[in-house]
């Protein structure tokens, strides 16, 4: 619901607000005083098109906001959650018009796409007037609300599921069969490919492995030859190890005689004897290392080279030649098992296109029926709105060729309005003042299904007066128990019927330098005055103001 309008620097409005309540409201005043003014801020609250010519004279920018109170389960809850907006009890939508004719966008103050403005707007608020294209005189939008009408959302939202799964069945019956069909293509060089990197069979990390494999080879083999000559030293037949031994023998035997002389040097001899047999040790473990077998070498060469050539071959790192060989081994699979598999899936996909199709005539012939009640219901509106030589229908063409998410009915409202003539479009064949009538007579049945919780209704009793007024009047405030309603009108039996009734006028300020629009909720004294002068015009009677409070009564009662 619409709690406040406020509007700063928008054309003749310099600082307006208006609270707003559940019901319906009537917005009145005199020819110019700026109505359209209001309407047209209020719907660039809502995304219309900005245009710098709404800022004000002398103003840098414009700007409007609209704070709404939303239910628990509102759909525009859902939009907010998606836009990633916190969403309290009040939900504010401001736009700021810049001279220069830029816009800015925000929702409880955070900045939004003029886009994402729009699409909350479209769910918080409908505008019909004689000339209103956008609401109900959409074709895009007769199915979904005869869906709503009908009680057949749910059925419609299983039926869109159930379009997503034949969808799904039917791109996988055309991917795979893709699939298959390219691999029978290449099938010849899929089997050489495929048999070429079995019999190399290479592994995960085998090229890493084997270069510092090799790697280690070639260095040992560099410095084997030291190892060899310094092994010769320690251990050879040259070595010192005997000639140093024996003289530790003798020096051992005199030892007794000259202890004091011989036993630090002998001590020194038997450390070098360890530490060379310790030397000789490490050599021959160092020798033993390097050691390999020539053919090992070439060996370890020959794969990485074959590895490589592969990694080439098949323009793909050493590493993922493994991958890669799985990969055609899958595809080979395809042509000789892929056959059973694409006729699993095209049955999935057929039975996935039976429970659509039943699905979607069952929602079809639901439509009908409820086309049937829908069609009832508003003709037997229209007789009060003076439109009883006219007749309201529901056409729906169905067409399995066309399915969608949406089912197979193409719906749309149709009017005839006289007999005799051909029925056709609403938008089409209707004229203003019929058209805003049957959109009235439609948005009565339709107002606790399919509507946004805000309307407004722009002048749609323009050129009517008395009982069609009056019939209008009941049906607004019939539309109010239900929905908010507002009204811009000139007809007083309208705006008698409001349960809260502004007064638009346009103020001279500055001693008359510059015109300002005001609005101000009238209670019951002067309610009674504007009622009076709708009737009667420049001068107020007595008879008018007798007449407005008889009008003001009998809608009361």
Same mark, same amino acid.
């Not at 069945?169 to 893709?178: Q, S």
């Not at 050489?192 to 890493?208: I, Q």
């Not at 020539?294 to 074959?306: C, D, Y």
């Not at 003709?379 to 063409?397: D, H, M, V, Y």
């Given at each position: 619901?619409?709690?406040?309008?406020?509007?700063?620097?928008?054309?003749?409005?310099?600082?307006?607000?208006?609270?707003?309540?559940?019901?319906?409201?009537?917005?009145?005043?005199?020819?110019?005083?700026?109505?359209?003014?209001?309407?047209?801020?209020?719907?660039?609250?809502?995304?219309?098109?900005?245009?710098?010519?709404?800022?004000?004279?002398?103003?840098?920018?414009? +700007?409007?906001?609209?704070?709404?109170?939303?239910?628990?389960?509102?759909?525009?809850?859902? /939009?907010?959650?998606?836009?990633?907006?916190? *969403?309290?009890? %009040? !939900?504010?939508?401001?736009?700021?018009?810049?001279?220069?004719?830029?816009?800015?966008?925000?929702?409880?103050?955070?900045?939004?796409?003029?886009?994402?403005?729009?699409?909350?707007?479209?769910?918080?608020?409908?505008?019909?007037?004689?000339?209103?294209?956008?609401?109900?005189?959409?074709?895009?939008?007769?199915?979904?609300?005869?869906?709503?009408?009908?009680?057949?959302?749910?059925?419609?939202?299983?039926?869109?599921?159930?379009?997503?799964?034949?969808?799904?069945?039917?791109?996988?019956?055309?991917?795979?069969?893709?699939?298959?069909?390219?691999?029978?293509?290449?099938?010849?060089?899929?089997?050489?490919? &495929?048999?070429?990197?079995?019999?190399?069979?290479?592994?995960?990390?085998?090229?890493?492995?084997?270069?510092?494999?090799?790697?280690?080879?070639?260095?040992?083999?560099?410095?084997?030859?030291?190892?060899?000559?310094?092994?010769?030293?320690? %251990?050879?037949?040259?070595?010192?190890?005997?000639?140093? &031994?024996?003289?530790?023998?003798?020096?051992?035997?005199?030892?007794? +005689?000259?202890?004091?002389?011989?036993?630090?040097?002998?001590?020194?001899?038997?450390?070098? !004897?360890?530490?060379?047999?310790?030397?000789?040790?490490?050599?021959?473990? #160092?020798?033993?290392?390097?050691?390999?077998?020539?053919?090992?070498?070439?060996?370890?060469?020959?794969?990485?080279?074959?590895?490589?050539?592969?990694?080439?071959?098949?323009?793909?790192?050493?590493?993922? /030649?493994?991958?890669?060989?799985?990969?055609?081994?899958?595809?080979?699979?395809?042509?000789?098992?892929?056959?059973?598999?694409?006729?699993?899936?095209?049955?999935?996909?057929?039975?996935?296109?039976?429970?659509?199709?039943?699905?979607?005539?069952?929602?079809?012939?639901?439509?009908?029926?409820?086309?049937?009640?829908?069609?009832?219901?508003?003709?037997?509106?229209? =007789?009060?709105? =003076?439109?009883?030589? $006219?007749?309201?229908?529901?056409?729906?063409? &169905?067409?399995? *060729?066309? %399915?969608?998410?949406?089912?197979?009915?193409?719906?749309?409202?149709?009017? +005839?309005?006289?007999?005799?003539?051909?029925?056709?479009?609403?938008?089409?064949?209707?004229?203003?003042?019929?058209?805003?009538?049957?959109?009235?007579? !439609?948005?009565?049945?339709?107002?606790?299904?399919?509507?946004?919780?805000?309307?407004?209704?722009?002048?749609?009793?323009?050129?009517?007066?008395?009982?069609?007024?009056?019939?209008?009047?009941?049906?607004?405030?019939?539309?109010?128990?239900?929905?908010?309603?507002?009204?811009?009108?000139?007809?007083?039996?309208?705006?008698?019927?409001?349960?809260?009734?502004?007064?638009?006028?346009?103020?001279?300020?500055?001693?008359?330098?510059?015109?300002?629009?005001?609005?101000?909720?009238? #209670? $019951?004294?002067?309610?009674?005055?504007?009622?009076?002068?709708?009737?009667?015009?420049?001068?107020?009677?007595?008879?008018?103001?007798?007449?407005?409070? =008889?009008?003001?009564?009998?809608?009361?009662?």
């Amino acid at each position: 619901m619409l709690a406040r309008l406020s509007i700063r620097d928008i054309v003749l409005i310099d600082r307006l607000d208006i609270d707003f309540a559940k019901g319906l409201s009537a917005l009145t005043g005199e020819t110019g005083a700026g109505k359209s003014i209001l309407l047209d801020a209020f719907a660039l609250a809502l995304g219309a098109r900005g245009d710098a010519t709404l800022v004000r004279q002398g103003a840098e920018q414009g +700007q409007v906001t609209a704070m709404f109170e939303l239910p628990p389960k509102h759909p525009a809850r859902a /939009l907010l959650a998606e836009a990633d907006i916190a *969403a309290d009890e %009040a !939900l504010i939508l401001r736009r700021v018009q810049f001279a220069d004719g830029r816009t800015r966008a925000f929702v409880n103050d955070q900045p939004v796409s003029v886009q994402a403005l729009q699409a909350l707007g479209a769910a918080l608020v409908e505008i019909h007037g004689q000339h209103d294209a956008r609401a109900l005189v959409d074709a895009a939008t007769h199915r979904r609300l005869l869906d709503a009408y009908g009680g057949l959302e749910d059925d419609a939202s299983a039926l869109s599921k159930l379009w997503a799964e034949r969808r799904d069945a039917e791109g996988a019956v055309e991917t795979h069969r893709a699939e298959i069909e390219r691999a029978a293509r290449e099938a010849d060089w899929l089997r050489h490919a &495929s048999e070429e990197l079995r019999k190399l069979a290479p592994e995960a990390g085998e090229e890493t492995q084997l270069a510092d494999r090799r790697a280690s080879m070639m260095q040992a083999e560099k410095i084997a030859g030291d190892l060899r000559e310094a092994h010769e030293a320690v %251990a050879g037949p040259g070595a010192p190890v005997a000639s140093l &031994s024996a003289a530790v023998r003798r020096l051992e035997r005199r030892g007794t +005689q000259a202890p004091a002389l011989v036993e630090p040097a002998v001590k020194s001899i038997d450390a070098a !004897l360890t530490a060379l047999d310790e030397a000789r040790g490490h050599l021959e473990a #160092a020798l033993r290392a390097a050691d390999h077998n020539p053919h090992e070498l070439e060996r370890i060469e020959e794969r990485l080279f074959a590895l490589r050539a592969a990694g080439r071959k098949y323009n793909s790192p050493v590493d993922n /030649l493994n991958a890669l060989a799985v990969r055609y081994a899958a595809d080979l699979s395809l042509i000789d098992a892929g056959a059973e598999r694409l006729k699993a899936l095209e049955q999935a996909a057929r039975d996935a296109g039976k429970r659509y199709d039943a699905a979607a005539q069952k929602l079809s012939a639901a439509r009908k029926k409820a086309a049937d009640r829908l069609d009832k219901a508003v003709n037997g509106e229209l =007789k009060p709105l =003076k439109l009883e030589r $006219a007749k309201f229908s529901t056409q729906i063409e &169905s067409d399995a *060729a066309g %399915a969608g998410p949406g089912g197979i009915d193409r719906v749309e409202f149709w009017v +005839q309005t006289n007999p005799g003539t051909r029925p056709g479009p609403l938008m089409k064949v209707a004229s203003g003042g019929e058209l805003a009538r049957f959109l009235l007579a !439609l948005k009565v049945v339709l107002a606790d299904r399919g509507s946004a919780p805000t309307l407004i209704f722009d002048e749609i009793d323009t050129g009517v007066g008395g009982a069609v007024a009056d019939a209008i009047g009941v049906r607004l405030a019939r539309l109010g128990g239900r929905v908010q309603v507002v009204t811009v009108t000139h007809a007083p039996q309208v705006a008698a019927r409001a349960t809260r009734h502004y007064l638009i006028t346009k103020d001279a300020m500055d001693k008359g330098k510059r015109m300002a629009t005001r609005v101000n909720e009238l #209670a $019951a004294p002067r309610r009674r005055e504007e009622i009076a002068r709708m009737l009667a015009g420049a001068e107020i009677t007595e008879e008018a103001r007798a007449a407005a409070e =008889k009008l003001i009564r009998a809608a009361a009662g």
